[in-house]
């Protein structure tokens, strides 16, 4: 079974801090995903990562940034919490099925709350 | 580009009663299409995917979608609700191109399961 673990269920942190939210695949996935939910406006794709050391932008970059060193692993990073990124974040990974994706697999989540 | 419309933010069945969620989505290209499940505080979890061959895919827990291409559509329906099934559906495509690894994903669907 594919397994997407998440560092932290629930954080909470201060207006100013950086925060770091992992990410960790056991599947030799090639991408990864990093994604936030919010109430009635579904998932927007914030960064994702196709390679190692390769990002892309999502939707919603502005205020995060992230890093993949190595294949398993890509982290998000709020350089300085606000609290209108208070959400839930959620991570995913995938491989590739010829030109298009195949399914992604998700982690469970981590619910940031921002003071 | 691509592109998907759940209609219907909320819907509410009876114990017993059909299950049905509608999915419409817009693709220049045939599509790789998807519905996820997220329970509370949880990430989403993959119930069924069509990517080629019949139309009609069978998933988990009892749920089926059928792919009509004719109406764009990828309604997702289950003949017998259960109190376990209450939970958000997102329905997804894939992206086709140049950000090969990306899903694109309806707001979701919130179903309410009544006794």
């Known amino acids: 079974d594919v397994k997407v673990t998440q560092s932290s269920r629930y954080l909470v942190k201060r207006t100013g801090e950086k925060v770091f939210l992992e990410c960790v695949q056991d599947m030799d996935h090639e991408n990864m995903f990093w994604y936030r939910q919010d109430p009635g406006l579904g998932l927007r794709l914030i960064y994702f990562s196709y390679d190692v050391k390769m990002k892309e932008k999502g939707d919603i970059p502005e205020g995060y940034s992230v890093s993949r060193e190595k294949k398993e692993r890509f982290s998000l990073i709020l350089e300085s919490a606000s609290t209108n990124q208070t959400s839930m974040y959620l991570c995913?990974?995938?491989?590739?099925?010829?030109?298009?994706?195949?399914?992604?697999?998700f982690g469970p989540g981590t619910r940031l709350t921002v003071l | 580009a691509q592109s998907v419309t759940q209609l219907g933010s909320h819907v509410s069945v009876s114990e017993g009663a059909l299950v049905l969620l509608r999915c419409n989505y817009s693709?220049?290209?045939?599509?790789?299409l998807f519905w996820y499940v997220q329970y509370p505080n949880q990430g989403l979890q993959l119930l069924l995917k069509?990517?080629?061959?019949?139309?009609l895919v069978k998933g988990i827990n009892g749920f089926e979608a059928e792919f009509k291409k004719s109406e764009t559509s990828f309604h997702l329906t289950k003949p017998s609700a259960h109190m376990s099934d209450a939970a958000e559906y997102f329905c997804a495509v894939s992206e086709y191109g140049g950000s090969q690894g990306n899903l694109i994903f309806g707001k979701g669907t919130k179903l309410s399961v009544k006794p």
């Open positions: 693709s220049s290209v045939p599509p790789y």
């Open positions: 995913a990974s995938s491989s590739l099925a010829g030109d298009r994706t195949d399914t992604q697999y």
């Open positions: 069509y990517t080629t061959g019949a139309t």
